[in-house]
């Protein structure tokens, strides 16, 4: 469903001047997006750019025999299909909504008049696609020589700097693809976090019970994004309410 735009709490958005906000205002809806919606597959044309208010967009790296994992993922600290503000873009990968939430949205063409006229709108998208980047590349590494247990601990603890609860829905098929791992290796991991009283883990829903205890047993990837974000886009963090 879309209705009028709701005040915004998507860091790109609150990050802009005043003058460059008023410019994509006018386009800009809201919308309320359900878990497990796709986005765009890898080909399709992005034609509609995403700022997350509270859902987190997770972007899929699809093989050839159906097999897929998690490479990046977008909340409300970026937006999806800033790159369309430069030139038109096809989508890399498929990109699902892994957390439900709303956010708002606008068509490519008036991000791309924008852009031509703000360098504030310049030097974000800049600086936001230098972030998916690291993310992306560190997400590699991480998938590659990392524990299940530790990978699980650091999506779950960025799904906690995200959204505006300790409950996260999530269904066992979808951990397992977003993890590239079988659905018994994320009951086993569950399970083995809930008998340490980190999480509570019910069917499709977990409970983050101890975001310390998550802290000390991820690895160092999550604390290693957080920070390029906090590096390259600082001015975030002054969102407006």
Known sequence: MTGPLRPVRNS?????????????????????????????????????????????????????????????????????????????RQSLSRTIIQVAGDASRMPSGPLKEAYG??????????????????????????????????????WLLTCHDRIDENTVGLTQEFLADMLGVQRTTVTAVAGALQAKGLIRYRRGIVDILDRAGLQAMTCECYGAVRRLYERLLPDTANARK
């Open 117 to 154: 006229r703000s360098a504030a709108l310049r030097t974000l998208i800049d600086r936001h696609s230098d972030a998916l980047y690291g993310h992306a590349i560190q997400s590699v590494a991480c998938n590659a020589l990392h524990s299940v247990e530790a990978r699980f601990c650091r």
């Open 12 to 88: 790109i958005l609150n990050a802009l001047p005043p003058e460059d906000f008023a410019r994509l205002a006018p386009h800009l809806s809201h919308i309320a997006l359900e878990k497990g919606r796709l986005l765009y597959d890898p080909g399709d044309l992005i034609e509609t750019v995403y700022f997350p208010n509270n859902c987190v967009i997770s972007l899929m790296t699809l093989m050839d025999n159906g097999a897929a994992i998690e490479s990046a993922t977008v909340g409300r600290e970026g937006a999806l299909g800033l790159g369309t503000a430069i030139a038109p």
